[in-house]
Structure formats: C-alpha cells, structure tokens
C-alpha cells in the first residue's frame, strides 16, 4: 500500500467508527438538522434500527421507487409516521397514523430525482420520534420527468379508479390497492400540481382505521399497502387537491 492510500484509509477510519456508533446518523447526511427542526420541530428522536426503511440500492425506474416503513416493533404504541427523501426538491412522502387496528407498516411507490437519504421518523405515545434511514442511489430524473399517464388515451375517465384487493395472513390482513391518478407535482412546465393529498382508511361502520396525509413526492397511479386486524369490509376514502373525491369498498 502506498502512502497516499494508506493516508486516504487512516482518513475514513474515524468516519467509519461514527457510522456505527450508537446514537449516530446511520446515513451521511447534512441536512438531518433541518429536517429535524422543520419536520419534527426540535423534537426529541433517537436513531432506531427497529424502524426499518426498505428501498432498493439502486432506483432503476426514479419515477416508481418502492418504499416500505416498518415500524411494528412498536405496534400499538404509534401515534404518527412521517417519511421524506431529504434531497428530492419536494421532499414530503407522506403523513401516516393508524389507529390500534392498523399495524405501523406502510408500503408506497415514490419519486425520486436524485440519491439521497430516505428517512421514517415514527412518534411513539410517549413524545418521543423514532428515526429509520436508508440511502439509494438514482441516475435521477424521477420528480421532473413527464407523466406517463397523461399520454394515455381516456386517463381522465379512469381518474380515481381503485385495483387490488385484501390478502389474509392469520389474524390479520395485507391490503394493497393502486389509485388512477397523475399525481402531478408541478415540477414539469405548464402542468399544475393536480395531486391526491388525502386518504382515509374505514370499517365498515365508517370508523377510522387510519388516516394519510400523500405528497407530491408520491409515484403516479399511487400503490398503497396497509396491514389490518381482523376481518371485515374496508373503504378507502381520498381526496386530491382540486376537491375530487374517490371511493372505494375492498371485501
């Protein structure tokens, strides 16, 4: 080994031991201080290996990246999940709170315009924020590329149409659903963010299992998961921000 690599190496030694140092940012990043105070107000949070953020290393499609939150190493104990990609120019993903009946675990497609930090703060009843990290590269793109569904022949009949279904695993089951719509973002030129922003999950009594607050962040035709106790009708409610509103019944 020459000097200058051997340099090199006793220069990432001290990076290294901070990285898996308890308490430390898992993932480099310079703009956890912002977040923190814009996101979580100051908040007290710890890094917490138990709030599992799942994403591929590499986004192959930047416009539909896979994002799974989960957090059910505190099931019961969730108030609310808050999840962004600090380095995207709209970095809000979504605002998540299930009720008792709904496990904290979230699967969502996003955009993604550059690699960047993916980031799932998860608030237990006592205060205090619970922050999972993952990192994934990108070729980039994904936030400021044109929408495919809008070169779709008759997309605006299909504007809130809802396809999946429920899938039972026990005592519990997996709902995963796929929403029609643009989810515009306003990034491509003279087309307006024209996006769902709000999303209810119900009993068949009209009670709430949860609700989620979506961000222009999200992928086009939004794929959803949520994991449910017990069986029953479900109805999902949205919302986008022109005032359209969506429904529908899942068996």
Known sequence: ???????????????LAMAVEPGKDP???????????????????VFDERVRVLAPPFAEDAR??????????????????????????LPKIVDFQPSERVLPWLSVRIRIEQATPLRAAVQTRDGLWHVGSTLIDAAGGGCTAPSVVRTQPGWEERLGEVLGGRYPRGDWSR?????????????????????????????????????LELFPAVSEN???????????QTRLVLRDNSGNEFEAAIP
């Not at 956890?32 to 996101?39: D, E, G, M």
């Not at 539909?64 to 120019?89: K, M, S, Y």
């Not at 515009?184 to 922003?197: A, C, H, Q, R, Y």
Request: one cysteine or more; charged letters at 15%; glycine letters at 8%.
């Open 175 to 211: 709902l995963r659903l796929q929403i029609a719509h643009p989810m515009d973002n306003g990034l491509v030129s003279g087309i307006p963010e024209f996006f769902i922003n709000q999303a209810r999950l119900l009993d068949a009594d009209g009670q709430q299992l949860a609700s």
């Open 1 to 15: 080994m020459n000097w200058r690599a051997y340099g090199l190496l006793l220069g990432c030694l001290p990076w």
């Open 222 to 232: 939004p794929n959803l998961g949520f994991d449910i106790k017990g069986p029953g």
């Open 64 to 89: 539909q990246v896979p994002l799974e939150i989960d957090a059910r190493a505190f099931t019961g104990d969730v108030v609310r999940v808050l999840a962004w990609a600090e380095l995207n120019p």
């Open 27 to 45: 993932v480099p990043s310079v703009m956890w201080a912002f977040y923190h105070k814009q996101l979580l107000a100051d908040a007290p949070f």
